[in-house]
């Protein structure tokens, strides 16, 4: 019986989710430890991943199959000056405000983000958001993470001119050598395809 399976994910996979499928797993298999590595979009790891949730569709350790989208939307705290301009804003003023960004998301976002004159790097999503709450900026955040401040109204989405949500592709990948599946492998693989079929998607852009 397998007694580990190897598993990294993008660090933009919505948390929760992410740790009820740790949860449900254990239980299905409680003699196999699971461990998983959280990287950044199109960092390297050491691990020798059994499987594996990337933007990227084909990537050395096999041949993946979409998962799901992360959807992101240009937020700001409800007090940022940008709140207080005529919409709908233009890139030309997003310029001239600082922008907080994810590190190594930049080619997964509008043109506006790659441009930006001054702008924060965070090494994860928590950071900038965290970030974004203390009006350090604003910023392209993925909106599963921040319901709760936008419900509240803490956060709130900016009246952009072009481009109010972007999404970013994730996509289910197994190793070439694991033939055939065993059985770790596959429970593993439904719970995330659950999540899949369990979640709406959005198209590329709005």
């Known amino acids: ?4 399976l190897d598993l990294v994910v993008d660090n933009v996979f919505p948390r929760e989710t992410l740790f009820a499928i740790l949860r449900e797993f ?4 409680p003699d196999t430890h699971l461990h998983l590595t959280e990287i950044l979009e199109n960092q390297s790891w050491d691990v020798d991943a059994d499987v594996a ?3 990227r569709r084909e990537d050395m350790m096999g041949r993946g199959e979409w998962l799901m989208n992360i959807d992101f939307v240009a937020v700001a705290h409800r007090d940022h ?5 005529p919409a709908p804003l233009r890139e030309e003023t997003l310029l001239r405000y600082p922008l907080v960004r994810i590190a190594s998301r930049e080619n997964s976002m509008p043109l506006a983000v790659t441009a930006a004159t001054e702008y924060w790097t965070f090494s994860t999503v928590e950071s900038a958001i965290e970030a974004v709450m203390h009006q350090v900026g604003y910023g392209w955040l993925p909106e599963e993470w921040i319901t709760a401040p936008l419900a509240s109204g803490m956060l709130k989405k900016l009246a952009l001119r072009h481009g109010t949500r ?3 592709p994730l996509h289910l990948i197994v190793r070439r050598a694991l033939a055939p599946l065993d ?5 593993l693989l439904t719970l995330f395809r659950r999540v899949s079929r369990s979640t709406p998607q959005m198209g590329r852009t709005e």
């Open 26 to 29: 254990q239980q299905l298999h």
């Open 81 to 85: 000056p940008l709140h207080q301009l």
């Open 183 to 187: 059985e770790q492998v596959k429970t």
């Open 1 to 4: 019986m397998r007694t580990r």
């Open 166 to 168: 972007c999404a970013t």
């Open 53 to 55: 949730v990337l933007t």
